[in-house]
């Protein structure tokens, strides 16, 4: 007998904008979803509430496009909500989406760490292994299909220079990448040199950056 949507499992692991826009639209189409979150609670890289992970957002950052351009269809922003709201902001946006899906859905607090495919019972399934970071206990599970929503900008990329290890090394404080920028203090009246910078530390972090400092050489 084949297997029906309500019986299939799908796994969708990160529970940022997209993680949870999966979430609610298998659920809608008769999928058994899990959705997997690190952090405590959802948001991905809006989430700025949990210390164990960096987030990246500098301070003074402001969303780089109109909330319209980021808005569900099916959850609207408050109509007296900034053009280009703060993280604190989407972040609550985000929760309150996801404060409309079932709680049973969610694993909070949860990493996982393993995911591959295997054959089980004669069907072709996919293994996933997480971590509860409170307990520290691990738990397979497994699933039809496996939706990766964990973003692009976690993992630090650093360019191959020579010295620049050795230096990191030595001086961890004055070596940064640019997901550990928050503001100019620590950079005042000292010349900075900066790298492979991308569109947005570019447009607001590394101006604010460049007024505090004496020296800056754009690469």
């Known amino acids: 007998m084949p297997l029906t ?85 989407v972040h609550q946006y985000l929760q309150g989406y996801a404060s409309r899906l079932p709680t049973e859905c969610f694993r909070s607090d949860t990493v996982v ?16 292994t997480s971590r509860q970071n409170a307990s520290n206990e691990e738990e397979s599970e497994y699933f039809d299909a496996v939706v990766v929503a964990t973003g692009n900008y976690d993992k630090e990329s650093w360019p191959e220079i020579a010295g620049l290890k050795e230096w990191k090394a030595a001086s961890s404080d004055r070596v940064i990448h640019s997901k550990q920028y928050r503001n100019t203090i620590g950079f005042k009246n000292k010349a900075s040199r900066l790298f492979h910078m991308h569109v947005l530390p570019l447009t607001l972090s590394l101006s604010d950056c460049a007024r505090g400092r004496k020296q800056c050489l754009w690469l």
């Not at 008769?30 to 609670?41: I, L």
């Not at 760490?113 to 996933?128: A, E, F, G, T």
């Open 113 to 128: 760490i393993d995911v591959h495919r295997c054959q089980r019972n004669k069907s072709h399934l996919w293994k996933v």
């Open 5 to 89: 949507r309500r019986d299939r499992r799908v796994a969708v692991i990160g529970a940022g904008a997209s993680g949870l826009a999966a979430t609610r639209y298998l659920l809608s189409e008769g999928f058994q979803v899990t959705t997997y979150e690190r952090k405590f609670d959802a948001g991905g890289v809006w989430n700025t509430t949990d210390k164990r992970y960096l987030a990246g957002l500098y301070d003074g950052l402001l969303a780089n496009v109109p909330r319209t351009l980021m808005e569900f269809s099916d959850f609207l922003w408050a109509p007296q909500t900034s053009l280009f709201p703060s993280p604190e902001v």
